[in-house]
């Protein structure tokens, strides 16, 4: 199977005080490209750490980040950001929409970064919030507004979607709309799309295709479901 | 534990700390400073003149006896008087001194830099000190002192002031002081030849200021070689060092209220922005359970405690920095010793102020936060936006506007106060650029009409009172018949007769005249009279009035129509031709003869009072222009430092709000460059639209402190170049794009990881 991500021999520490502390700690991981792919462990196991270098987000202290077969961690700041604009769409828990721009505008953005995106009302539709689409930011809940960001990132159609616990701020009921949102995006565009979710949740695991758990800046194991659940089987 | 807390803000805030820090010092410096300079300027003269006795009226005359004085010393009120003989003298290398002969010296006394006081006995003469320090005279040195035939050879003595002698120039065209050309000398009356041992002045001391005038007129009735009783306060010298009060005091009020204000404004947003920057933290404090009170304390402390220290750091700068500077300018100017800034109770009270209004919005911006719940404190992570505030950007033009543009009107809109206070600071800012540079144009305007236009001659010749007319022919024979005269009038207006006086040209085109507009206009009609626009503005004069006047001296009446106008920046008065002045029926002897032959070489002329150069007179207009560019000079750096500092500080508010944004944006994948356009695109709108309105108000400004400031007698305004608002947008803009290009630097910077985890 082709492989999305490759990553070889990462280490990233930071310094705290006088010592050194690795967040993650020499690890390799291979993911495969058109799947849904959840990242689990607990909190402080280095997830989001792994997210952003994948993300371009943050620089590896040492090894190899191979995207697409493009080692993005010899890549400078601007790189970065080409291949950040071009590949990737991110989604945080706490959303970060802009709260000066209306639901569109804030979808209408990926419009000055890249140069074939998605329609942004029909990236709105696709979350089901065209009828919002005048309101401000502050004007709808919290899952609306994580689905403004699903939306923003969906517009842009990027190769890599990565989630950083979407649904952490969520009740389980909107948690489940917007991991069908994400599904959704994964098997749509004949397996060309890739989406990665960190969370903490392990139910979130049963729906996955591949699960990489980590521990202590170390990838502890990969399993692969053969037969992931449906979401709406994944009892919350 | 909270104080701990406030050390570690500060800490991590330092950046706005200091800035507050900055902006209070600065501001409480310059209003202390300069009310220290106007205060100590008073009190330095108040003092001198308490403890050195100047005299309170000076009684001229010819020639004062012994009796005289007697009758004097008997009238009531009278504490002391003595008798001085005043003359022009020269001395060695052909300078002036002003000589006075004295018998005592009680009154007006010496202040003494060196050598010894006054003594009758004691052969020698007492010099002042710029002359001495100028000449370098020092006590010993021998000076030779000459009036008509009179040779003095004389010893320094002491080198002193005098309290009379605070302001002295050699004729009243000359205005800033040459101490090297000009001093004052005192010597005994026992020094000039028995003959010559005449008085023509008395000082006069009175015990009780209120009954001056009862002495003033008893002095005249009683003692009959008394031409003329004056108080000191019409001197020259008493008066050019009170003007430079009373000038300053308008001028330097605004313009260290402007620092202020402006200084207040972006403490207050700085403040504002500390405090809501805790709003979490507010939150937490209170959900933890710390009464309202203590967490009120705990804030209001940050401004409290660093507005005090700055106050009061601001209170000993503007003394001993700007209060020594200008006090010490002025008495390169003025004679005067110990002149020291004085620490006024206007300047204690604007510093506590300072901090109270610190103190006050700081506990405003904290109540405001702490009366939402703790719940909601701590919940809302997006500012809350309303919609009706932003709808109207939504729709119409608004639309078609490209992101930035859109984001940036929003964020406007959402950050009125911030925004406001902005364009407040930078307009301010280009206020004083405008009008620093504005007062200095428009004193080269006054400069350039008055002596390049008004005035067309080389020269102008004060004639003898008494030539004749055959002496007057030989000289307008020789150097031209272009003559004026200046007569006293009273003017009838209604029953109240005013003085006047009208200026009577036969000076053909040695002497123009301009309109409103400073174009040129003739004064040639022999049908009537031309007034000056601010004498017919204020009296209510309309073209083809008459006016009922008379010649001081004589009690018949004229009535003259007018005719015209013309506008004169020095003299408020009424201009006639020589024709119409004689179609009266009075006869015009000329005063003041006009040429533009070369006369740098003529000393003296026969039957010639003064020969005045005209450049002469421009230059002394010039030197005092020097004195105001350093002033200037000062007003520009505070203005730049102080629009520097707001833009910066309001800046870096609005870009640690928007760092979060930012950081969401970088994310998505902008470029660093297009996230700093977003950023620098809303600055420079502030600063276009501060330009726009402080370009005009700088002019107003100019104008109304010529108009307040200035006398009576002047007619003028602001007159600014085009290149100065030029000048002063240009500036303004460049000083904002450069500060809102370093805060982009940042944008490279954020480090997206961390900014989006924490949601401050
Ligand atoms: N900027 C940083 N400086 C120091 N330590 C950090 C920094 N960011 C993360 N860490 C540490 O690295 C570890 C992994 O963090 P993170 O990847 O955020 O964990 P999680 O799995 O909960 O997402 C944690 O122990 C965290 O404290
Ligand atoms: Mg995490």
């Known amino acids: 199977m082709e492989k999305i991500v490759e990553i070889k021999k990462l280490t990233k520490s930071y310094k705290v005080g006088e010592n050194e502390f690795n967040a993650l700690d020499n690890i390799d991981l291979s993911l495969n490209k058109g799947e849904f792919i959840v990242i689990l462990g607990p909190s402080g196991a280095g997830k989001s750490t792994l997210l952003n270098l994948i993300g371009g987000m943050d620089t590896p202290s040492k090894g190899d980040i191979l995207i697409d077969g493009e080692n993005i961690s010899k890549y400078n700041e601007k790189q970065l950001n080409d291949y950040r604009a071009e590949n990737i769409g991110f989604i945080f828990q706490f959303y970060n929409i802009l709260p000066t721009l209306t639901v569109l505008e804030n979808v209408e953005l990926v419009r000055d970064i890249v140069k074939n995106p998605i329609d942004s009302k029909e990236a709105l539709k696709g979350v089901g919030l065209e009828k919002h689409k005048n309101k401000f930011p502050s004007q709808l809940s919290g899952g609306e507004q994580q689905r403004v960001s699903i939306a923003r990132a969906i517009a842009k159609n990027p190769k890599l979607l990565l989630c950083d616990e979407p649904t952490g701020a969520l009740d389980s009921k909107t948690g489940v709309e917007v991991l069908k949102l994400l599904r959704k995006q994964c098997d749509g565009n004949e397996g060309a799309n890739t989406v990665i979710i960190v969370t903490h949740n392990s139910l979130i695991a049963e729906i996955a295709d591949t699960v990489v758990h980590v521990k202590n800046g170390k990838i502890e194991s990969v399993t692969s479901n053969e037969h992931p659940k449906r979401i709406d089987e994944v009892g919350w | 534990m909270l104080k701990k807390k406030m050390l570690r803000d500060i800490r991590k805030n330092l950046s706005q700390f200091i800035t507050i820090f900055l902006m209070v010092f600065i501001g409480v410096m310059a209003y202390a400073g300069i009310e220290s300079y106007m205060d100590g300027m008073e009190k330095t003269a108040n003092k001198y003149y308490q403890e050195n006795n100047l005299q309170d009226l000076n009684v001229m005359g010819a020639n004062f006896t012994e009796e005289d004085l007697k009758e004097i010393k008997k009238i009531e009120n009278v504490k002391d008087a003595e008798r001085k003989l005043t003359l022009n003298g020269t001395t060695d290398g052909d300078r002036t001194l002003l000589l006075s002969f004295i018998e005592t010296n009680n009154i007006s006394k010496f202040y003494v830099f060196e050598g010894e006081g006054f003594n009758p006995e004691s052969e020698g003469v007492w010099i002042d000190k ?30 002193v002031n005098i309290p009379d002698h605070v302001y002295d120039v050699k004729d009243s065209s000359e205005i800033y002081p040459d101490h090297k050309e000009f001093g004052v000398a005192y010597l005994s009356i026992n020094e000039l030849p028995e003959y010559f041992r005449i008085f023509n002045n008395v000082m006069v001391d009175v015990d009780n200021k209120d009954k001056k005038d009862e002495v003033k007129n008893k002095i005249e009735e ?22 430079e009060i009373d000038e300053g005091k308008t001028y330097i009020g605004v313009f260290s209220g402007l620092f202020l204000f402006i200084a207040m404004l972006s403490v207050i947003t700085t403040m504002t922005r500390v405090v809501k920057k805790q709003r979490v933290q507010i939150g937490t404090l209170k959900a933890l359970g710390f009464k309202k009170s203590k967490i009120l304390l705990h804030y209001i402390g940050y401004g409290f405690w660093i507005s005090l220290v700055a106050s009061l750091a601001g209170l000993v700068g503007g003394y001993y920095l700007i209060g020594n500077f200008f006090i010490s300018m002025e008495m390169a100017f003025f004679e005067m010793p110990n002149g020291a800034p004085s620490m006024n109770i206007s300047s204690y009270i604007m510093a506590v102020l300072v901090v109270l209004t610190v103190s006050f919005i700081t506990y405003l911006t904290c109540r405001k936060i ?21 709808n109207i950007t939504t729709r119409g033009i608004f639309k078609k506007l490209g992101f930035s543009s859109k984001w940036n009107i929003r964020d406007i809109v959402r950050n009125k106060m911030r925004t406001f206070m902005g364009i407040a600071g930078v307009t301010g800012c280009a206020m004083l650029i405008v009008c620093a540079f504005g007062m200095f144009d428009s004193m080269n305007y006054f400069i350039e009409l008055q002596f390049e236009k008004l005035y067309n001659f080389n020269y102008k010749l004060v004639l003898n009172e008494n030539i004749s007319k055959e002496n007057l022919n030989k000289i307008e024979e020789k150097y031209g018949a272009n003559t004026s005269k ?3 009038i009273e003017i009838k207006n209604g029953d109240i007769k005013e003085a006047n006086n009208v200026f009577v040209t036969d000076a053909n085109e040695l002497i123009r005249f301009v309109n409103k507009d400073g174009e ?35 009690n018949k009446y004229y009535t003259s129509k007018i005719i015209g106008f013309n506008k004169d920046p020095q003299n408020q008065n009424v201009t006639m031709t020589r024709k119409y002045l004689e179609s009266l029926g009075v006869e015009y002897k000329p005063d003041s003869l006009y040429t533009n032959q070369d006369l740098k070489d003529v000393k003296e002329i026969e039957n010639v009072e003064l ?17 105001m560019r350093k002033m200037i000079i000062l007003i520009i750096v505070i203005a730049i430092l102080l629009g520097a500092i707001i833009i910066y500080n309001l800046g870096i508010l609005s ?14 994948g902008f470029k660093d460059k297009k996230i700093r356009k977003i950023f620098t695109e809303q600055n420079n709108w502030i600063a276009i639209i501060s330009i726009i309105i402080g370009i005009p108000l700088g002019y107003y400004l100019t104008d109304w402190l010529f108009k307040t400031a200035i006398e009576e007698h002047y007619d003028f305004g602001a007159s600014i170049k085009m290149i100065t608002y030029v000048i002063a947008g240009v500036g303004t803009f460049i000083v904002s794009y450069v500060v809102s290009k370093i805060l982009a630097r940042k944008v490279k910077n954020i480090d997206m990881v961390t900014s989006l985890k924490g949601n401050e």
Do not use: C
């Open chain 2, 370 to 390: 702490l009366k939402e719940n703790a719940a909601e404190t701590l919940r809302s992570k997006l500012p809350n936006v309303k919609n009706n505030s932003l």
């Open chain 2, 655 to 668: 870009y640690t709000e928007k760092q979060y944004q930012f950081a969401t944006l970088k994310v998505l």
């Open chain 2, 222 to 243: 009683k003692v009959e070689n008394a031409i003329a009783v004056t108080n000191i306060e019409d001197g020259a010298s008493y008066t050019s060092y009170q003007g």
């Open chain 2, 520 to 554: 040129f206009t003739e004064v040639n009609s022999d049908e009537g009279i031309y007034v000056t626009y601010k004498l017919a503005e204020t009296k209510g004069y309309k073209m083809g009035d008459e006016i009922s006047w008379h010649i001081y001296g004589d």
């Open chain 2, 486 to 488: 200046t007569l006293g």
């Open chain 2, 611 to 627: 020969i005045q150069d005209k450049n002469a007179l421009k230059d002394g207009m010039e030197n005092m222009l020097q004195t």
């Open chain 2, 130 to 159: 710029y002359y001495a320090d100028e000449n370098n005279y020092k006590i010993g040195d021998e000076i030779t002192i000459k009036y008509d035939k009179i040779e003095l050879k004389e010893k320094v003595k002491g080198i």
